[in-house]
Every structure is written in C-alpha cells, then in structure tokens.
C-alpha cells in the first residue's frame, strides 16, 4: 500500500511539474513608447515639404519656373532673381531649359542696393574731365589759326601743325568715349541690378 500511494504522489508531482513552464522560458516582450514610433504625418510632412534650391528655406511663395522635377524645382522668386542678375544666366543649370518669366519691375526706392564706387570710376571721370578740358584748348587753338577757313573756305593745304592738332583730337575722342562707355556700362549695370524679374510656373 505505502508502494502505491508513492508512486501516484510522484506521477501527480511529475505531471504538475510538466505544466508549469519556467519563467526564463517565456519570451519578453519589448515595451517601446509612442514616442519612439514613427509617425505617418511627420514622414508625409517631410516629403510634401517645398524648399528653395538656393536658400534651402522652405517659408515663403516659390515657384517653378523651369523643368526641373522634385524639391530641385522650387525656388524663390527673389533668390532666382538675384541669381539671375549675378550670372546674367537665362536658362536653368541642371535642365538646360530657359526659365519662364512674367516681365520685370524696378524695386521700391528703399530696396536699392548702395552703388559701390571704386577708386577706378574716381579715375575715369578724373581722365574724362581731363580730356575734355584738353580738347576744348586744343579747339581754341585751331579757331585762333583760322583752320575751317583756311581749310574749308579757302581750300589752302593743310599745315603740320593741323595735323598734329588732328591727330591729338582723334586721340583724345577716343580716350573719351571709351571713359564714357566704361561710366554707361557701369550704370546700366546698377541699374539692371535693381531690377526684379518676376518668375512664374512653367508647367501648371
């Protein structure tokens, strides 16, 4: 009898021993915040988000004035306006096609940028006065010598020293002109510089 109630104590100690699972046998399960996952709407925000190719700023109305696919293709209008006086560049880098513009205005007043003189510009107005001064002497001189008369009127031989005070003329002509279109050319310049092109979508 003492055999027999053994046994069955032991098989029903093995049994429940068998259907008890030890805890190092489970397996853990990882808690992870909300925090931590990532979120559909900031993912899709950063996608869908616009940022000019010059600036890399993403606030502000921007266009697409070439045909440059992607985030490559927006861009500011007063970036690409400033790119496009600096480079005097008509057509886009990346795509090769001509950028779309609606026209051109001059900036308000305050907007304009301070021209930046330079001691060459003191320089040429400097030859250009001095030039003028010596040409008008020199023109003096010849009406004093009565050369239209002479030359024009009474169709006497020109003298060497007419000559000479021809050539000096056409020297100093073309000292002045060249003075004259280094001073236009400069203004133009400024000029174009205060101008804003107004980009508008290519491909709507």
Known sequence: ?????????????????STQVSPSSTPKRVIRH??????????TTSASRRICRICQMDSGDMVRPCDCAGTMGDVHQECLSKWVNMSHKKACEICKSEYAKGGAHFKPLRN?????????????VFILLSVTLLAYYII?????????????????????DDSGRIFVLFVLALAALNNIYTIIKEMCNYLRNQRQILFVSKHK
């Open 34 to 43: 909300s925090w931590l996952l990532p979120s559909p709407t900031i993912s």
């Open 1 to 17: 009898m003492r055999t027999t109630a053994r046994s069955s104590s032991v098989e029903s100690g093995l049994s429940v021993s």
């Open 140 to 160: 003096d001189i010849m009406n004093e010598r009565y050369f239209v008369e002479r030359i024009f009127v009474k169709k006497m031989y020109c003298r060497p």
């Open 112 to 124: 304009w940028e301070k021209p930046k003189i330079e001691f060459s510009s003191f320089v040429g």
